[in-house]
């Protein structure tokens, strides 16, 4: 009995064994060959050996004054996306979640901005922001009024932060409409029909049901939301470079100045905020 027990346990350990290494190989490596490239000075000669530099690396980026910019830039666009993202999300789920005449027509509509491809968006936005005929201008300034004069959104260092995150909220809310419309639809209509017997309001339904219920998909959508966007690269970047969030500014420091040593500490800073903000999280979530 015994040496079939150790027979199942060795192939258990052979089946497991493609699935280890495609980890290994695509996860592991990566993250501690990069780790080795940021204290290392890279020669661009790969003929030349590299040269071990230590913490020099992480020393010169955390008191570089165009990190905590680019760190900062990376903050203020995670989390207004990543709200923005959830809450747009949610009222699109609470509002399609009740029946009506071709509901399903446009629940597929809606995923539309999210199912279509990155650089086509970004060119149709970056026409949308133009600052001499696009819409955004043309309404804001020729038919509301509301701005002075025309903008360009894309281009100014100071405006373009403003429609990277429209654009990032617009193309990615529809995953958090999906997540949590399929969340809403799991809930007991019993549930609602006893507190309309105790003569819940709408508000008190949505408040002591409806929210409860989905907070484990709101925490996971903020989770997955949050890591992605700290890491986003191609949305911003195809829409506006004026915006040096933290993955353009790495962008920058390994292909513009060749600084493959820098750019793979500032990768690895960037991994130990992110991974500390998601234990954080995930512990406050529980707790919840």
């Known amino acids: 009995m015994q040496i079939k027990k150790d027979q199942e346990a060795k192939l258990g350990y052979w089946l497991i064994l493609p699935t280890v290494l495609s980890i290994g190989g695509l996860i592991i490596y990566p993250v501690f060959y ?22 020099s690396h992480f020393i010169n980026i955390l008191t570089d004054l165009d990190f905590w910019i680019s760190f900062r830039t990376s903050l203020i666009f995670t989390s207004t996306t990543v709200i923005g993202t959830t809450l747009l999300g949610l009222g699109v789920a609470l509002l399609l979640n009740r029946k009506f005449p071709g509901r ?35 309404i804001m300034v020729d038919v509301l009024s509301i701005l002075p004069q025309h903008i360009n959104w894309i281009e100014s260092p100071r405006y373009a932060i403003f429609a990277v995150i429209i654009f990032n909220i617009w193309r990615n809310f529809p995953f958090a409409f999906l997540m949590i419309l399929a969340e809403l639809q799991s809930i007991s209509d019993t549930l609602y029909e006893a507190a309309e017997v105790d003569g819940a309001t709408i508000w008190q339904k949505f408040k002591y049901i409806t929210l409860p219920e989905l907070k484990f998909v709101i925490g996971a959508l903020v989770i997955l939301r949050t890591i992605w966007n700290f890491y986003k690269f191609s949305e911003v970047y195809l829409l ?35 991974l500390g903000f998601i234990m954080f999280y995930v512990r406050k979530v529980l707790e919840w």
């Open 104 to 138: 399903a027509i446009v629940r597929g509509i809606i995923l539309l901005p999210y199912v279509t491809p990155v650089i086509s968006a970004a060119f149709g936005w970056k026409y949308l922001f133009n600052p001499v005929f696009g819409m955004f201008n043309y």
């Open 240 to 274: 506006s470079s004026s915006v040096e969030v933290l993955p353009v500014y790495i962008y920058e420091k390994a292909f513009s100045t060749y600084s493959f040593g820098e750019a793979a500490a500032i990768s690895a800073i960037l991994f130990v905020f992110v």
């Open 34 to 55: 990069n780790l080795w490239l940021s204290v290392h000075d890279v020669n661009m000669n790969p003929t030349m050996p590299n040269e071990f530099i230590g913490l």
